[in-house]
């Protein structure tokens, strides 16, 4: 299984991007997709999750500001980060965890950095 994502950068505050995520090997539809990032000093932490059949969740710190979304038939998740703020900034890592064993298989990350 090979997980990459893409989509990072430079962002103003209040700002938006969108990362992706593609997913290769396997089949993306069994795959629970999620979200996490890494800030300097932090532990990696988990920001958005969405089961197989779509359903949602969310760390409290972004709940109303990122929404996260797959498309099986281009095996991609997306979060879209909305109004971003300076704490957002981080390595943003994409995982795909399999339904049978819950074997999670991790991107390399992508770098976002919410300027002030």
């Known amino acids: 299984v090979h997980v990459v994502e893409s989509g990072g950068g430079l962002v103003q505050f209040g700002g938006s991007v969108r990362l992706s995520c593609v997913v290769s090997?396997?089949?993306?539809?069994?795959?629970?997709m999620g979200w996490y990032r890494q800030a300097p000093g932090n532990q990696r932490e988990m920001v958005a999750g969405?089961?197989?059949?779509?359903?949602?969740n969310y760390a409290d710190s972004v709940k109303g500001r990122f929404t996260i979304s797959r498309d099986n038939a281009k095996n991609t998740v997306y979060l879209q980060m909305n109004s971003l703020k300076t704490e957002d900034t981080a390595v943003y890592y994409c995982?795909?965890?399999?339904?049978?064993?819950?074997?999670?298989?991790w991107g390399q990350g992508t770098q976002v950095t919410v300027s002030s």
């Open positions: 995982n795909a965890r399999t339904l049978v064993g819950s074997k999670d298989n």
């Open positions: 090997g396997g089949i993306f539809s069994n795959y629970a």
């Open positions: 969405i089961t197989t059949g779509g359903s949602t």
